[in-house]
């Protein structure tokens, strides 16, 4: 496993911009595919985008794709998460998850997970 630290969340109006960011702990980080979840008040966890160990295939969920972009840094650790035209429904703690190999969609795919960031949307 790998320890995450997620940071960059906060509030923005409808329309704006985060950038989200999870530090990853251990060498192997680049041996590890990394993902993007996000739980909102009384709904499952869903996945929402995720890059695998060599950053050559990305993901997204419909309801991100064209706003969000995620990326990775080798040399940092760190994969981020660049949120633009964000919408209400955006709101949600996003989490940072970490799996060893392929690139997967599902929660259970993930064994260690981040304490999550809050972003809230206004319109």
């Known amino acids: 496993q790998v320890q995450l630290v997620e940071s960059g969340g906060g509030s923005v109006q409808a329309g704006g911009s985060l950038r989200l960011s999870c530090a990853a702990s251990?060498?192997?980080?680049?041996?590890?595919?990394m993902g993007w979840f996000r739980q909102a008040p009384g709904k499952e966890r869903e996945f929402v985008s995720g890059?695998?160990?060599?950053?050559?295939?990305?993901n997204y969920a419909d309801s991100v794709k064209g706003r969000f972009t995620i990326s990775r840094s080798s040399a940092k650790n760190t994969v981020y998460l660049q949120m633009n035209s964000l919408k209400p429904e955006d709101t949600a703690v996003y989490y940072c998850?970490?799996?060893?190999?392929?690139?997967?969609?599902?929660?259970?795919?993930?064994?260690?997970w981040g304490q999550g960031t809050q972003v809230t949307v206004s319109s």
């Open positions: 890059i695998s160990w060599s950053g050559s295939s990305r």
């Open positions: 251990g060498r192997t980080f680049s041996s590890y595919s």
């Open positions: 998850a970490a799996r060893p190999g392929a690139l997967a969609s599902g929660v259970v795919n993930y064994d260690s």
